[in-house]
């Protein structure tokens, strides 16, 4: 038995000096979006340690989770144990929050989830500055400027470290479009660019090849889709609330690339949205586009490339609301 666990010892040492040690908490993980996703992150190799936490259920979620036979280590914290929870973090994702129930827009939990998450941002600011903080609590297009402005105030925001995950979009428009042209979604990938909530965003079908021939009827049909497919989740839970499995599925794919550009790997590309200067000049400074990520984070943002006449009208449409839900955000945390 101890020749076994020095093996085993020695083993674990060999593979992580080859890669970093990478510990990650999930803040809102006995939710319906933190269960799944804690147990997506358990089976991401890119993780080796996991921190569960939740002012309601964290300790039985990472109890469930850590019998799942990979090799990273969980841990749950009770409510008062966010600190020790934050401890030593890498990467921290947030779906701490209230969801929507039908008839409800994102910006309608706004007076729930911003207090909540520029609590959480504060202990992250305090406990780990240097800690790449992935936001999923909505409204996305104002909790992300919340987070940056709590961190700010911290005098530790850094714009390569924070992400709104809009991973969902661009996941739901890879299979609306492989739905509608009868393609793999993996071979109709589709850039998603403005923010995360109805007009705000918007998707660049004209830049895949195989999207290129949706037209007419269909291609309004298929971008009210993807602007309003947590709308038919919504509705069909019927009060039980929003999207969670395919938004764990989202967010452990979005954990998983961050992860993948922290540890070197080169051209790992994704839309997220973050602080960027594509339409500053314009008073817009928080924008989802293509963005490289690296060693630090954010290494590169894109500008979004070329467009059609049809994308600019959504672009046009989706530029004055989210400059109102960021100046919302923002307002929020300097108010006081
Ligand atoms: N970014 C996206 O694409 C996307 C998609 C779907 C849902 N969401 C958002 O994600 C959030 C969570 O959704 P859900 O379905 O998991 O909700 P849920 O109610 O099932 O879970 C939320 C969890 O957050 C916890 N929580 C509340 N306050 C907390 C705090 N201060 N600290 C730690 N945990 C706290 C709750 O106890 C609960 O377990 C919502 O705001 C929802 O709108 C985002």
């Known amino acids: 038995m101890l020749f076994n666990r020095t093996a085993l010892t020695a083993t674990r040492a ?20 933190g269960q799944p996703l804690s147990l997506l992150l358990k089976s991401d ?9 939740d002012i309601r259920g ?3 979620v990472a109890a469930d989770v850590s019998h799942v036979d990979t090799a990273s280590e969980v841990k749950g914290y009770a409510a008062d144990q966010l600190d020790q929870a934050l401890e030593g973090v890498k990467v921290v994702v947030i779906p701490a929050g209230v969801p929507r129930k039908p008839g409800m827009t994102r910006d309608d939990l706004f007076n729930t989830n911003a207090s909540i998450v520029r609590d959480l941002a504060a202990s992250v600011a305090r406990v780990a500055p240097e800690a790449h903080i992935l936001v999923i609590s909505n409204p996305v297009n104002s909790t992300v400027p919340i987070v940056a402005e709590t961190l700010k105030k911290a005098g530790v925001f850094d714009p ?7 991973t969902l979009d661009v996941v739901r428009s890879a299979r609306f479009v492989g739905e509608v042209t009868g393609k793999d979604p993996k071979e109709t990938a589709i850039t998603v660019v403005g923010g995360h909530s109805g007009p705000t965003i918007v998707p660049l079908l004209s830049q895949n090849k195989n999207a290129q021939g949706v037209k007419g009827e269909v291609y309004g049909k298929v971008v009210h889709r993807i602007q309003y497919g947590g709308d038919e989740v919504v509705k069909a839970k019927d009060g039980a609330g929003s ?3 395919s938004m764990a599925y989202a967010g452990a794919k979005f954990t998983n690339s961050l992860l993948r550009g922290l540890n070197g790997e080169k051209g790992v ?6 602080r960027s200067p594509l339409y500053e000049d314009q008073g817009i400074d928080f924008f989802s586009s293509n963005v490289e ?19 600019q009208k959504l672009l046009e449409a989706c530029l004055p609301e989210l400059k109102k839900n960021i100046e ?6 300097n108010k006081a």
């Open 269 to 274: 590309v994704t839309p997220t949205f973050v």
């Open 328 to 333: 919302k955000g923002k307002a929020f945390v």
């Open 293 to 311: 990520l690296g060693p630090n984070g954010v290494e590169k943002i894109h500008p979004i490339g070329e467009i059609t006449a049809e994308e």
């Open 58 to 60: 964290a300790p039985g």
């Open 45 to 53: 190799p890119l993780v080796s340690s996991l921190s569960l936490y």
């Open 160 to 166: 390569r470290r924070v992400f709104g995950v809009t």
């Open 243 to 245: 999207a969670t499995l």
């Open 14 to 33: 060999f593979s992580t000096s080859a890669r970093r040690e990478t510990k990650v908490a999930v803040l809102g993980a006995g939710g319906g979006i």
